[in-house]
């Protein structure tokens, strides 16, 4: 190599390291989160608590999963690590209606079919608009940890949508910026 090319290849390398830096950054950030898929089995968890405690019925709201004197699950967990939720003071998000996923109440409780939703993200914009988790009842009544299946990714929430449209009489909440995709 000449000193020419030495030079032009130093000069041109902390751009090309940035680029290649930023790419991967991007490419971390549209990835959907590990931690949201056990964020809502702990709710499934909680859900269950709260049924245990109430006659085999599901809370209202999923507000009711959090009470004075008997908190089932820490108000952190309403919030999918990546949702850009940062505006809302942690205080309020179960009880104001801005937690980062839509909770849909069954009065059937536990014994409600075991492929219905109960909860899942608010946006699909949530996990770079790629998709949704989804936590049905079967991840909540299958009580053992090895047998429980995991939390579902819903692509595009193409099951969800699919879910809503075969049951219109539920009037299932879409994900706030479905419309868009």
């Known amino acids: 190599m000449t000193k020419r090319t030495i030079q032009i290849f130093l000069r041109y390398l902390p751009a090309v390291a940035f680029i290649g830096l ?26 269950v608590q709260y049924a245990n405690d109430n006659r085999d019925a599901f809370p209202p709201s999923a507000a009711d999963l959090i009470v004075p004197g008997r908190m ?75 047998d429980r299946p995991e939390v579902m990714w819903d692509e595009n929430a193409t099951w969800l949508k699919k879910f809503a449209k075969e049951h219109p009489e539920f009037d299932i909440p879409l994900p706030d910026d479905l419309e868009d995709k």
């Open 22 to 47: 930023w790419i991967a950054y991007m490419h971390m950030q549209a990835r959907p989160s590990p931690d949201c898929p056990a964020k809502l089995s702990r709710l499934g968890d909680a859900i």
């Open 72 to 146: 089932y699950v820490a108000q952190s967990y309403f919030r999918c690590p990546k949702a850009d939720s940062s505006a809302v003071p942690p205080q309020s998000i179960a009880t104001d209606g801005r937690m980062d996923y839509l909770y849909v109440y069954w009065p059937d409780g536990l014994k409600t079919p075991r492929d219905y939703p109960v909860m899942y993200d608010r946006r699909l914009s949530n996990h770079g608009g790629r998709g949704i988790y989804v936590l049905r009842i079967e991840e909540v009544v299958i009580r053992s940890r090895e």
